[in-house]
Structure formats: C-alpha cells, structure tokens
C-alpha cells in the first residue's frame, strides 16, 4: 500500500477436504484447480442479489478498516452476509 491507496490483485483459497485450490487474478480470471488440473470458472447466470457471501477479516486494528469497508459495500447487493468467526 502506498498511502491507503490499495488494490487485491491476486487471491487464493484452498479447501484441504476437497484438495481444491481456487484462485484469481486482476485481468486473468479465476479457476479451480484439482489433482493438478487447472479448470477457467465462468460467470454464472445467476443474480447477485441470490448470493450468500461468507466474509471474514484479519486480526487487527489496521486489516479491519478495509475489510469493514468492502463488507459494507457488497452487504446491499446480495441476500445476506455471514461473518467468519472463532468460537
């Protein structure tokens, strides 16, 4: 980040139950990659405000500004949020 003027470029998810890396990249597109086969990830037709986005946010002060910001702004758009948390 250079003066708060930050942009995700890349992110990643691994799910170790299924052994399925999901990934994506600003321009690239996303993908699921299985048993070492990597598989593009289309737009689905579905509408957004059908979505149930699960959402989290890192440990801190500083990481939970941003995190705020982006729950805030998908919140209205979707059917409803489920925020991760420890038990």
């Known amino acids: 980040c250079v003066s708060g003027n930050c942009r995700v470029v890349a992110g990643a998810v691994y799910d170790p139950y299924r052994d399925e890396l999901f990934g994506a990249a600003y321009g690239k597109g996303a993908w699921v990659e299985t048993a ?4 593009p990830l289309a737009v ?44």
Request: no cysteine; net charge positive; glycine share 12%.
């Open 36 to 39: 070492g086969k990597r598989t």
């Open 44 to 87: 689905s037709s579905s509408m957004l405000g059908d979505a149930i986005v699960y959402a989290g946010a890192p440990p801190g002060m500083r990481a939970l500004k941003p995190s705020l910001r982006g729950i805030a702004a998908v919140a209205p758009h979707v059917r409803t949020m489920r925020l991760l948390g420890s038990a």
